[in-house]
């Protein structure tokens, strides 16, 4: 992996691997790692790298660079996206390569200066324009807000590679293989869907639209900027794509509750049962207080239903639920059942924030809405059951 890796054809991986971030963006755990990667294509009468990687990792990207360069000058860099995990090395390229083009769109210029006090020899491309760098012709689309304004994605007409940036991306650091033929799609797949639910699902509606506007490219290839690149099945994984960005869920339910003493978790595997008795098989039952918001994200994402409950804490709903609902606010997933349950002791809150919640994101609930007051009573745990079943009946 401390070499430039051929990929296609004159079309090189130049990223890295990092394994030493502990959270991508400050917030998201890592515990695979996470790729940058980066590509190089070497025409016959011009090179181009595509994007650069994270600045820490200069030296690796350097030798791997300048291997896939093999005595060449680099006369392009393509800017898909100025996030600094891909950006990070714009300015010391430039340095090294001094008649160094930077290929960005309108909304990339001002980045360009913003992050790295670049103004000059930058050409700037608009959707279609295309560059010939002997026998690659790289054709560009931009992306705006998938996930950030200046995003876009480039086509090489020649090989039919789409070197997509986030799109299609993943967590998790390379481990041998960087093909999706080389990996067990059962180790890529989950942290590429938690990377969706995280980073771009805000925006599924535009990933929809970019996913149109893509259709009529013969692509054989997709190479994004993190994890797996795809050759084998690349309408498998378009249209995990595209179901994803549909908000189409698997049959299958999130139970995720927020408890002090264990009422509330009682609850929950109640509903748990009540999902099993409707013969639900995919049930995953998370405390919010203890996995991490990513991994409930992505399953909420994965299925086509899931249940809030929560204690009330000082009159308001439990905060790591509360920090949870308002991650879901900012993704707003569409097409899933809602369960709802709450619980208090010496004032309520909890049940009445959580329907507060269920009325800004829309979802389709399902009841009974539950409310119990200090411990279950085997009543209140019937009911709860219920809900399970209701949930489960509601995919069926
Ligand atoms: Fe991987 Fe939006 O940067």
Request: with cysteine; hydrophobic share 40%.
């Amino acid at each position: 992996m401390y070499n430039a890796i051929q990929v296609n054809k004159d079309t090189w991986w130049t990223g890295v691997n990092d394994r030493e971030t502990d959270l991508f963006e400050s917030l998201w755990p890592l515990p695979q790692g996470v790729a940058y990667n980066s590509y190089a294509i070497i025409g016959t009468t011009a090179t181009a790298a595509i994007d650069t990687v994270k600045g820490p990792y200069l030296d690796e990207y350097y030798h791997k660079l300048i291997q896939a360069l093999n005595g060449r000058t680099l006369n392009y860099l393509v800017v898909n996206h100025m996030e600094p995990d891909h950006a990070g090395l714009i300015a010391q390229l430039q340095s090294t390569w001094p008649g160094l083009k930077i290929i960005g769109n309108v909304k990339t210029v001002p980045m360009l200066k913003g992050f790295h006090g670049i103004t000059e020899n930058i050409i700037t491309v608009k959707d279609g324009d295309t560059l010939d760098l002997g026998g690659h012709v790289l054709k560009f689309a931009t992306v705006p807000m998938l996930h950030w304004p200046e995003s876009m994605v480039t086509f090489d007409s020649s090989t039919g590679v789409l070197f997509s940036n986030d799109s299609f991306g993943g967590f998790g650091a390379h481990e041998g293989g960087i093909f999706d033929d080389e990996k067990n799609p059962a180790r890529w797949e989950d942290e590429m869907l938690r990377y969706y639910a995280c980073i771009v699902a805000k925006y599924s509606n535009i990933v929809q639209a970019a996913l149109k506007k893509l259709g009529g490219l013969d692509i054989k290839n997709i190479f994004p900027s993190h994890g797996t690149l795809f050759r084998k099945d690349i309408k498998q994984v378009i249209s995990l794509y595209d179901k994803w960005s549909r908000h189409e869920g698997d049959k299958g339910a999130v139970v995720v509750y927020g408890s002090m003493y264990g009422n509330t978790r009682r609850m929950a595997e109640a509903v748990c049962t009540g999902l099993t008795h409707a013969k639900i098989q995919d049930v995953r039952l998370y405390d919010v207080s203890r996995t991490d918001p990513s991994y409930i994200l992505r399953d909420i994402w994965k299925f086509k239903a899931f249940a809030l409950m929560a204690c009330t804490y000082n009159t308001q709903l439990f905060p790591p639920m509360e920090a949870l609902c308002s991650k879901l606010l900012s993704r707003i997933p569409k097409n899933k059942y809602l369960g709802l349950a709450g619980s208090y002791s010496w004032s309520k809150g909890a049940l009445t924030v959580l329907q507060e919640f269920a009325a800004k994101i829309k979802l389709e609930k399902v009841g009974p809405e539950v409310e119990v007051y200090a411990s279950p009573t085997p009543d209140d745990l019937k009911q709860c059951f219920e809900l399970g079943v209701n949930l489960g009946g509601a995919m069926a």
